[in-house]
């Protein structure tokens, strides 16, 4: 506006003076104000070239105004206001800075009536951030003439201080209902990620954000991270308050009672494992998070005694504090004791187990109410029954956990006996029934002693056969027959697999073995009776053999004896006689060639052997040849040797021969050596 000020001085001397063109080289001059006032031409003043104001001259100058802006609210500093002016076609701003906390401002230039005016802020204040506006219906307009000094009012600017949120992200949040507060402000929080307070916080304010409530449904700790908590509020939104929820563990237990016995294991979501060792509260080692399910159950029951124990309250969710509520009763297992009862014929037995009683009516298993495991038992008669003795095997002990079913109790009569025996050679599966006097019958599936149920009395016959044979072999019993002699019978034999046995004779070198069945080899060092070590099921097959001679005896088997079926054990016949060699030895005279044949028979072994030279073509010397004949003729066996030619030209005589070529004698125990000449009869 000081421009518009020097521009009015200038115009006014330019109406009163014709003088170059002004208010921004218009050439046309405003018309000559109405006014009466008096003024001084200040020499200072720098007119344009060729303008001067010497001798001017005037009465009376148009007056000037002040203008002032009525400021509200302002706390900030760095407020702008900008004033425009306009005369006719003179123009100019001016900018005041407005200080902080400034209610007014004015203007320093002062302008005349008519002078048209804007008013408009062009910078607004910081610390604390302010928005400033012109009040509508203010800051335009044109000034007035009016009496007095007092400045004009042309405009009114209003302050507010700027408003900005406070907020920022939750994380680990798995409750509801976390609270947030900010000063008075509370912010509801639900689900993790941003936030913000509903209230704004003013430009140059503080915030404290804090955690009013931690999350209910599922315990947490929510914790907001230093440095983001707290601050002023400067010219933006606070986005950055960071709150963190971590989850808080509980423990899982409860109480236990009933429990006598001893390891009992329980689990928490199967594992955890905990053993417990007595009655009253368990807590698991392990703790559970808020809101995560647990399950308390049974992983081992307890024994000694044996016990059955049941979780109450064992499965549900972590809430907010520690589990105590699980409850484990244990109750002792109830088992029966009981047996069999065999050789009861008469009424009135009565046996008994501590208080209680049980009548038996007849032969096979009782059993005596249930009870509990660890519980000792005692079975005894209590009544015996009308003339007969019974007596309990294996009547006490102590429950554990399974029913006792090992009591047997063994009635007979007054005078009366049992009668029994062994089994072996029983196959590995199947069933075998035995009989005594064609009516007491005991099934047999194991070697082992068997016993009839029914008793004999003293002197009565007692007579033992196989009525059902097993399914793969025949079962022999001996010493079936008799008579009850004062006591029981267990002398019964029931043999149902049997010996193969070899009787050797007239062995006299090493080397011997004999087979059975092909398949059960025997060595045999010397004379005796040897046992082949495979039993052979009764009704089965056997062949004894020879699979390898001695080395100077011959052994054979008895053909009585060395096969056929086992009803029993047998014994096959052996029988070696020492062998010895025989040679000849046969010189060839006269003309040549010819074949000669050897030949020699042992009449115990019934056999024969014929041995042939080659051709010989006599050189007309003598020619001689040597045969050791096979077989070896046993010791004090008849043989005969003969010596022949098939060519009829020849002649063979043999040492001590009766009949020219043939020689008879017995074997004794050294080797026969024979020779025999053979000449050409032409």
Not at 315 to 342: D, E, H, I, R
Not at 351 to 377: D, E, K, M, R, V
Request: glycine content about 12%; some cysteine.
């Amino acid at each position: 506006m000081r421009h518009l000020h020097i521009l009015w001085a200038l115009c006014v001397a330019a109406f009163i003076l014709p003088v170059a063109s002004c208010f921004n080289d218009n050439n046309n001059p405003p018309p000559p104000p109405s006014f009466d006032a008096s003024f001084v031409v200040d020499s200072s003043l720098n007119l344009p070239d060729g303008v001067s104001l010497d001798g001017f001259q005037a009465d009376s100058l148009p007056p000037l105004y002040t203008v002032s802006v009525v400021i509200n609210g302002l706390q900030g500093s760095g407020l702008t206001i900008e004033g425009a002016a306009m005369y006719d076609a003179a123009s100019g701003t001016e900018d005041i800075q407005v200080p902080s906390g400034a209610s007014s401002v004015t203007f320093p230039t002062p302008v005349p009536a008519g002078t048209q005016y804007s008013v408009s802020v062009v910078g607004q204040p910081t610390q604390p951030s302010q928005t400033c506006t012109v009040q509508p219906g203010t800051g335009m307009g044109t000034i007035t003439a009016h009496s007095g000094d007092a400045a004009i009012q042309v405009a009114t600017v209003n302050c507010t201080t700027n408003l900005y949120n406070v907020g920022g992200t939750v994380s680990g949040l798995l409750g509801t209902h976390l609270l947030l507060q900010n000063g008075s402000d509370v912010l509801p929080i639900s689900t993790d990620g941003s936030f913000k307070f509903p209230t704004q916080v003013a430009s140059g304010g503080t915030y404290q954000v804090t955690v009013a409530a931690n999350p209910v449904g599922i315990s947490q700790i929510c914790t907001i991270a230093m440095g983001t908590d707290a601050g002023t509020v400067v010219d933006h939104d606070i986005t950055n308050v960071s709150v963190t929820c971590d989850t808080n563990t509980f423990a899982v237990g409860g109480t236990v009672s009933g429990l006598t016995g001893t390891g009992l294991v329980l689990e928490d979501n199967n594992g955890s494992d905990l053993t417990i060792t007595g009655n009253g509260a368990f807590t698991f080692v392990s703790k559970v998070s808020s809101g995560s399910p647990y399950n308390v159950t049974v992983k081992t029951e307890p024994s000694g005694p044996a016990q059955n124990c049941t979780v109450s309250g064992g499965q549900g969710t972590v809430g907010t504090s520690a589990v105590k509520s699980v409850v484990v009763n244990c109750g002792t297992n109830s088992f029966t004791v009981g047996g069999a009862v065999a050789g009861l014929v008469s009424p009135g037995l009565v046996l008994q187990n501590g208080a209680a009683t049980l009548s038996i009516s007849g032969n096979g298993s009782f059993a005596f109410p249930p009870q509990s495991s660890g519980s000792p038992y005692d079975v005894s008669v209590l009544t015996q029954p009308m003339g007969q003795t019974c007596s309990v095997t294996g009547g006490t002990g102590t429950v554990q956990s399974v029913n006792v079913t090992t009591v047997g109790v063994t009635c007979a009569s007054m005078g009366s006996f049992f009668v029994g025996g062994t089994v072996s050679g029983f196959p590995t599966s199947g069933s075998m029934v035995l009989t005594n006097n064609g009516s007491d019958k005991v099934t047999v599936t194991a070697n082992g002693a068997f016993e009839f149920p029914m008793p004999l009395m003293d002197g009565a016959s007692y007579n033992v056969s196989v009525l059902t044979q097993p399914s793969d072999r025949t079962c022999i019993v001996t010493n079936a027959t008799g008579a009850i002699m004062g006591g029981d019978v267990n002398t019964v034999v029931v043999r149902c697999a049997f010996t193969v046995s070899v009787n050797v004779s007239g062995l006299t070198s090493s080397g011997l073995v004999v087979n059975n069945n092909d398949t059960d080899n025997l060595n045999i060092s010397g004379n005796g009776t040897f046992q082949f070590p495979t039993q052979v099921p009764g009704g089965g097959t056997y062949d004894v053999t020879i699979s390898q001679q001695p080395a100077m005896d011959t052994c054979s088997v008895s053909r009585i004896n060395g096969a056929g079926t086992v009803n029993g054990d047998v014994t096959a016949d052996v029988t070696c006689a020492q062998v010895e060699p025989v040679s000849v030895t046969v010189t060839l005279t006269g003309c040549g060639p010819f074949n000669v044949n050897v030949s020699i028979q042992d009449t115990i072994t019934d056999s024969s052997v014929t041995a042939v030279t080659a051709d010989f073509q006599n050189d007309g010397g003598p020619l001689s040849h040597t045969y050791q004949i096979p077989p070896l003729v046993q010791v004090g066996s008849s043989y005969t040797i003969q010596i022949q030619s098939n060519n009829g030209s020849w002649n063979c005589v043999m040492d001590a021969a009766a009949d020219g070529g043939t020689v008879s004698g017995t074997m004794g125990n050294a080797p026969v050596v024979l020779t025999a000449t053979c000449a050409c009869n032409g």
